[in-house]
């Protein structure tokens, strides 16, 4: 029976092998070109959270696919054993497929007699082929010229940011400078200050500039996360929009229907670390996220010890999750209750059982509802407005900043004074 064959039809029936092809560099040119359009669309259907059953493949690829490769894999193997024989047979055929050529060039330059020096590269670089996910270093010239490209231009001003990341609050962003993607950012807050909320107003902001998005909320469900953000976009209160102007629930279905044309993809099925890893890796191969944001680090499972070394395991996991996706990883954690107590500003010390979030993290940025507002009155319970602080308390090549915010209840939404 063709490998081919039997690795799609495994990974029909057990998804979890789509996520060992990827992260074993399982290449696209270890299948024929029908069964690289079935891989290529399980992979796809993967990185969504969709099913990836022979129906699903059918019904994502309608004319496009290839029925009887289809059918053909279902029927040839439902095992998740033979399926990992398969696997390891087609990595070594997509090593083969890229080493081919390289070698007929290297006994091309021998049969024509290469100066030594050309030979030896290309004899050297046979050896990559067969080690196709450990990237080569970029050498100190690549690195310079990226460099003097990159210093260029931001000097005449020309430089692409629609990539970076930003608040959406502008006079923050403007002290803060934006985020960019080889940042891991960490967003700490006190227990129901709005950590949750500022999250998803980023999100939703970052959609808008066309970025795309993906939400691991841990803490409730998908469905509650796209539904808070048409809520803040259409400025309704979600807990009595029964009770809301015919006009705005209206702008809230117009915000949903916005959304779904935006490029956001909400888990909240991917509890541990190993899954939420697993779905950045299908992510970063197949739909090439430009924010992920976890809300949040503390209910991450899969570590052991005490909170303390939990919260640095997990902080230490997301160094390589953000190599890995290529792109910001916003994440959020919880303050501890020292600030609170004591009536002041969070420092980078508060963050609860913080292990080593701080040290880890380029960018920590502080969410804070001072006891008193900016004029002197004191914050109470139920009021529809509070006055909060947002700080950036480290950012590794950049400054620290400071800004007053407002905060609308009802709404859920963040807003600076100008807006």
Same mark, same amino acid.
């Given at each position: 029976m063709n490998k081919e064959s039997i690795f799609i039809g495994a990974c029909l029936a057990c998804p979890e092998l789509i996520d060992d092809g990827i992260a074993q560099g399982l290449s696209n040119a270890a299948f024929s070109q029908a069964h690289r359009t079935l891989w290529q669309t399980l992979v796809g259907l993967r990185s969504k959270a969709q099913l990836t059953d022979c129906n699903s493949v059918y019904l994502a690829l309608g004319d496009?696919?290839?029925?009887?490769?289809?059918?053909?894999?279902?029927?040839?193997?439902?095992?998740?054993?033979? &399926?990992?024989?398969?696997?390891?047979?087609?990595?070594?055929? &997509?090593?083969?497929?890229?080493?081919?050529?390289?070698?007929? %060039?290297?006994?091309?330059?021998? =049969?024509? #007699? &290469?100066?030594?020096?050309?030979?030896?590269?290309?004899?050297? #670089?046979?050896? *990559?082929?067969?080690?196709?996910?450990?990237?080569?270093?970029?050498?100190?010239?690549?690195?310079?010229?990226?460099?003097?490209?990159?210093?260029?231009?931001?000097?005449? #001003?020309?430089?692409? *940011?629609?990539?970076?990341?930003?608040?959406?609050?502008?006079?923050?962003?403007?002290?803060?400078?934006?985020?960019?993607?080889?940042?891991?950012?960490?967003?700490?807050?006190?227990?129901?200050?709005?950590?949750?909320?500022?999250?998803?107003? =980023?999100?939703?902001? *970052?959609?808008?500039?066309?970025?795309?998005?993906?939400?691991? +909320?841990?803490?409730?469900?998908?469905?509650?996360?796209?539904?808070?953000?048409? #809520? !803040?976009?259409?400025?309704?209160?979600?807990?009595? =929009?029964?009770?809301?102007? +015919? %006009?705005? !629930?209206?702008?809230?279905?117009?915000?949903?229907?916005?959304?779904?044309e935006q490029h956001l993809r909400v888990f909240d099925k991917d509890m541990t670390v190993g899954q939420i890893e697993s779905r950045c890796r299908l992510l970063a191969a197949s739909w090439k996220p430009q924010l992920v944001i976890i809300d949040y680090l503390g209910l991450i499972r899969g570590t052991d010890g005490s909170a303390y070394e939990r919260m640095g395991q997990l902080s230490k996991a997301m160094i390589p999750l953000r190599k890995t996706l290529g792109c910001v990883l916003m994440v959020a954690a919880q303050l501890n209750r020292s600030n609170e107590r004591e009536d002041r500003a969070p420092t980078r010390s508060d963050f609860r059982d913080a292990g080593s979030i701080e040290e880890d993290a380029h960018r920590v940025i502080a969410l804070h509802r001072p006891s008193k507002s900016h004029t002197g009155n004191v914050q109470e319970l139920g009021q529809s407005t509070y006055d909060y602080e947002l700080l950036q308390l480290k950012l590794r090549d950049g400054p620290l900043a400071y800004s007053r915010i407002k905060y609308f209840a009802p709404h859920t939404w963040f807003y600076e004074e100008s807006n």
């Open positions: 496009k696919c290839p029925v009887d490769e289809l059918f053909a894999a279902e029927k040839a193997c439902q095992s998740s054993v033979t &399926g990992r024989k398969a696997l390891k047979s087609l990595i070594w055929e &997509g090593q083969l497929a890229t080493l081919k050529p390289a070698l007929q %060039d290297a006994i091309a330059c021998v =049969i024509r #007699g &290469g100066k030594p020096e050309e030979v030896s590269t290309l004899v050297e #670089g046979l050896q *990559n082929h067969l080690k196709p996910t450990e990237s080569e270093a970029p050498s100190l010239t690549q690195l310079i010229t990226e460099v003097k490209i990159w210093a260029e231009q931001e000097i005449a #001003g020309t430089r692409d *940011n629609r990539d970076l990341v930003t608040t959406g609050l502008p006079s923050f962003d403007n002290l803060s400078s934006p985020m960019e993607a080889h940042e891991y950012v960490v967003v700490g807050a006190r227990t129901s200050i709005g950590k949750s909320s500022f999250m998803s107003q =980023i999100a939703s902001h *970052n959609l808008n500039r066309g970025l795309r998005v993906a939400y691991f +909320t841990l803490e409730t469900s998908a469905g509650a996360v796209v539904k808070q953000i048409a #809520g !803040q976009r259409a400025k309704v209160n979600l807990r009595q =929009i029964n009770q809301e102007m +015919t %006009d705005r !629930q209206q702008e809230y279905f117009k915000a949903l229907k916005r959304l779904g």
